[in-house]
């Protein structure tokens, strides 16, 4: 490793600060929840979730929180996931595979326009302890 | 090159507490567990197991906290770690039985800024605490490491930085509590002979009893020690720094060693530092564990080569330390806390603490208290909150009795104190000392005579011997301390105490000795009555003295619950015990040598300590 520059030092900080984000709580843009139950797991909800993680290293988005819960209790339409873009309701899409997870990503997550296709319903579940 | 955890997004970090405590809870062992089972599960590339220092909450390590969510788990093992990685990290489902209920509670509390441990306490010197790897340093400079420093090289002026730190009230953390803004003043002003250098020293030689304070933050965040001191070599001056950390802490130097390995791979020391012009370095000196080696002028004959011995002064080390040239010493935990100063300036510092205490404080919290562990707490926050509200206060619901603070240095604070606010100057008039902050808190089991002979006992142990005073007399107060707890006492014992910590702190050579008889003199003051009653009535009321105690048996219990089961008698290494197996049994007090034995063993409470 050379010797760094007072700029460079300010960009390793900047670099490395959005992978250590997490870590420290704060603002999201969004939480995409993949329902990772039995049921999904079974459904293919794993890849849904692999395909998601790629798309987010590849993009280098550093402020979308990805994150499991159980099942949803709507196990016929697994794999699902519920998308909620902060201060708005959340969204659940139904029957995913990897590819519709990477389009929601993009137009919805990222783009912020509901993909009404995949969509089952605004609203959720309580999750809370 | 930077490592995958600083280049790789991971939906998961779990950040494994890797203190000193947990890993000898076999943290090292849940870590290789966890990072088995990830990829048994086949999350690698979403979870990341990441190493930190020390958490904190060291009474229920193994600690693990999960990010994102702020999840704290607590008490951990290696048969928890599958059920963890299936449940929480696959399907996102926390694990209540691995989370932390308050003693006298049933419901979990799952994240830790919730729990009542962390609630209070305000975080400068362990800013990172929790957040780092403290072996990897673009994780220290994500969270703002060596921003300072930059800024003090290459934007500031060695009087700006001064007037930064003088303006922020810091004072050192060490012991006495010395403005650090003056010390650095008075290390700048003094020429240095022959054209030599000035000299940064950074003192980790940590000895008091039940103190871990400036070993876990070289643990769990070198990097903020080693940009202090290149901060405060700008503005004093210096080329050279030395860090003096004991043997006996070999996390602390290895970590200490790879942050300062990484800082000059990266020219974050060494010569001319980010193109700055300015040249310092670092070197670490490993000491012997000799607790006058704390002593400055001790520490820099040890950094020199020559027997730990402390030497009259003035001169200051400010005026002639290392090698003859001035020489600024501060504590760990003063290093650690001038990047934040230059970074987010001293009326942001100076805007924590009371009116001659800035700042923050940190604690080991040890002893008879529920939470033992690591707390950094505003100054001015009184006892109570910290023994209370953070400490959880005292277990088996025994009553608090008195607080250790400052080690044998400093002095026994009683239970009528508990609202008094911790600042220097608070804890002086109340005959202790801040200290580098070991907290040592007792119940009403503890007496206060033998804490008092435990502490006169170490400094004995510890003194040097180069000075008369510290040599002999603490050696004749320890004599007279003894002697009362084994119920030899006689009436003028006490006023010979007074005299002879008198004498020793007028009259011996270094700080160690000067303090040596605070922990007496304090429980003198506030706890008199107890030492009355050893010597008067030839009793120990805690019944720790057990040369004090007297053993019997009740007939009675032992025979209708222990059926005169012999326990006692089996057990009693000199043959003090009567009575056949079946019958009740007796001690025979003229052969009994008081060892307490027969009342640890008896299982039916038949023996009575009077």
């Known amino acids: 490793m050379p010797k760094l520059t007072i700029d460079e030092l300010a960009k390793t900080r900047d670099r490395v600060r959005g992978t250590l984000a997490i870590r420290e709580g704060g603002e999201f843009r969004a939480k995409v929840n993949v329902h990772m139950g039995t049921c999904g797991i079974a459904a293919g909800a794993r890849a849904v979730m692999s395909a998601l993680m790629d798309e987010v290293a590849s993009r280098e988005v550093r402020d979308v929180l990805l994150t499991t819960s159980g099942c949803a209790g709507l196990c016929s339409q697994e794999p699902m996931m519920t998308v909620e873009l902060s201060g708005r309701a959340p969204v659940k899409y139904v029957n995913l595979n990897a590819a519709k997870a990477r389009e929601i990503l993009e137009k919805h997550v990222l783009g912020g326009a509901l993909v009404g296709e995949y969509a089952l319903g605004i609203g959720s579940e309580r999750t809370d302890l | ?610």
């Open chain 2, 1 to 610: 090159m930077p490592e995958a955890s600083t280049q790789k997004a991971y939906r998961l970090h779990l950040m494994v507490c890797a203190g000193t405590g947990c890993v000898s809870n076999h943290a090292f062992d849940i870590k290789t567990a966890l990072e088995a089972e990830i990829r048994k599960r086949g999350l690698e590339n979403e979870a990341i197991v990441v190493p930190t220092g020390c958490n904190g909450f060291c009474e229920r390590g193994p600690i693990l906290v999960v990010q994102p969510g702020d999840i704290f788990y607590q008490q951990i093992a290696v048969k928890d770690v599958p059920h963890l990685v299936e449940e929480h990290f696959l399907k996102g489902r926390p694990v209540a039985r691995l989370m932390y209920v308050p003693p006298a509670e049933k419901a979990p509390i799952p994240v830790l800024a919730d729990i009542p441990f962390f609630k209070k306490q305000v975080l400068v010197a362990l800013r990172n605490r929790g957040l780092i790897d403290p072996e990897k340093i673009e994780e220290s400079i994500a969270r703002d490491g060596y921003k300072a420093m930059a800024k003090a090289l290459t934007e500031m002026k060695p009087e700006a930085i001064l007037s930064e730190i003088a303006l922020s009230g810091l004072r050192g953390r060490g012991g006495a509590g010395f403005p650090t803004g003056l010390k650095w003043q008075l290390v700048r002003n003094a020429p240095s002979s022959n054209g030599g250098a000035k000299y940064i020293v950074c003192n980790g030689d940590e000895g008091d009893p039940g103190a871990f304070m400036d070993r876990s933050i070289l643990e769990a965040d070198p990097h903020s020690v080693i940009e202090g001191m290149v901060i405060g070599a700008k503005a004093i001056g210096a080329t050279a720094g030395f860090v003096y950390v004991r043997n006996e802490y070999p996390l602390a130097v290895a970590r200490l060693g790879k942050a300062l390995d990484q800082a000059r791979e990266y020219g974050l020391l060494g010569e001319d530092i980010l193109d700055s012009g300015f040249d310092f370095d670092i070197q670490i000196k490993r000491g012997a564990g000799a607790f006058v080696c704390g002593e400055e002028t001790a520490l820099i004959a040890s950094i020199e080569g020559r027997l730990g011995e402390p030497r009259p002064r003035p001169p200051y080390p400010a005026q002639s330390g290392l090698w003859g040239q001035p020489t600024c010493i501060n504590n760990v935990e003063t290093w650690a806390n001038v990047p934040v100063i230059i970074d987010r300036g001293s009326g942001w510092f100076a805007g924590i603490g009371t009116e001659t205490s800035k700042g923050t404080k940190v604690f080991s919290l040890v002893g008879k208290i529920n939470n033992t562990g690591l707390v950094e707490v505003p100054m001015g926050i009184s006892l109570r909150e910290i023994i209370y509200d953070i400490g959880g206060g005292i277990p088996g619901g025994k009553a608090f009795k008195a607080v250790q603070t400052g080690g044998p240095s400093g002095g026994c604070i009683p239970r009528e104190q508990i609202d008094l606010p911790i600042d220097y100057e608070s804890l002086s008039a109340a005959g202790s000392m801040m200290g580098s902050g070991g907290m040592v808190v007792m119940d009403e089991d503890t007496c206060m005579v033998d804490v008092a002979r435990y502490f006169l006992s170490f400094t004995h142990e510890e003194s040097c011997g180069k000075c008369t005073p510290c040599r002999e007399g603490t050696k004749a107060m320890l004599d007279v301390l003894t002697r009362i707890t084994e119920g030899k006492g006689s009436a003028g014992d006490l006023a010979l105490l007074e005299d002879l910590a008198q004498g020793i702190k007028d009259s011996a050579l270094c700080g160690l000795g000067k303090t040596a008889p605070n922990p007496v003199l304090t429980t003198l003051r506030y706890f008199r009555d107890e030492y009355e009653t050893h010597i008067r009535d030839k009793k120990c009321p805690a019944r720790v003295c057990r040369q004090l105690n007297v053993y019997t048996i009740d007939p009675g219990t032992c025979l209708e619950k222990g059926k005169g089961c012999g326990v006692c008698r089996r057990n009693c290494a000199s043959d003090a015990i009567s009575g056949e197996k079946g019958r009740a049994h007796d001690v025979l007090q003229d052969r009994c040598i008081k060892c307490g034995v027969c009342a640890d063993v008896c299982a039916f409470g038949a023996v009575q300590v009077s």
